[in-house]
C-alpha cells in the first residue's frame, strides 16, 4: 500500500500496519523525529513545492497534523481522487471530511489507530471506495469561483 504521509511514522513502525505500507514522509522543513523509524519501505524527503508527483503515485493520503488552518492539502488529494485518512485536530479535516464521510479521521497521535486502519483498508479496499466518491462530490463547496460568486451575491443583497 503505498501513502504519503505526514511524520508520525516513529511510533507506528512496531504495529501491524507499519507492514503494509511503503512511503513519503514530506516535511515541511522542521526536524521530526522520523529518523528512528524501523521500515525500511520509508523514504524521507524534503519540502515540495508541487507534491502531486507524490501524490498521484499514492493509493492513499495521510495527514498527521497536530493542528490545522485550512488544510488544502486535503482538498488536492481529495481531487485526486485519493482515500484520505487524517487526524481528527481543530479546525479542517473534520469539516472537510463531513465527521468521516468523504475519509478516515482518527485521534492526534493515535499510531495504534493508523495501523488498524491501514489493516482495515488493506483487507477490504472496496469498503473505502465510498468515501472517495463522497470526496468528490462534495469539493464543489470549495470551489473557488463559486464562492465568489456566493459571496458577491450576499454583498449585492446587502446594498440593493
Do not use: W
Not at 521500515?39 to 498527521?64: E, H, R
Not at 488544502?72 to 472537510?96: D, Y
Not at 463559486?146 to 446587502?158: E, P
Amino acid at each position: 500500500m503505498n501513502c504519503l504521509r505526514d511524520p508520525t511514522v516513529a511510533e507506528m513502525s512496531s504495529t501491524e500496519g507499519s507492514k503494509l505500507i511503503s512511503s513519503h514522509v514530506a516535511s515541511d522543513g522542521n526536524v521530526y523525529p522520523v529518523q528512528t523509524v524501523n521500515v525500511k519501505n520509508v523514504k524521507i524527503i524534503n519540502f515540495q513545492k508541487n507534491p502531486f508527483k507524490f501524490i498521484t503515485k499514492a493509493d492513499l493520503f495521510v495527514l498527521s497534523s497536530k493542528f490545522e488552518g485550512l488544510p488544502n492539502v486535503l482538498l488536492e488529494a481529495m481531487a485526486l481522487k485519493k482515500l484520505v485518512i487524517s487526524t481528527n485536530c481543530p479546525t479542517g479535516p473534520k469539516e472537510i471530511l463531513a465527521n468521516g464521510k468523504n475519509g478516515v479521521l482518527f485521534k492526534i497521535s493515535d499510531y495504534k489507530a493508523l495501523s488498524k486502519i491501514f489493516m482495515k483498508i488493506y483487507s477490504n479496499k472496496k469498503k473505502f471506495n465510498k468515501h472517495i466518491i463522497n470526496a468528490n462530490k462534495d469539493l464543489k463547496k470549495f470551489d473557488f469561483e463559486l464562492n465568489c460568486k456566493k459571496y458577491l451575491c450576499t454583498i449585492n443583497s446587502l446594498i440593493n
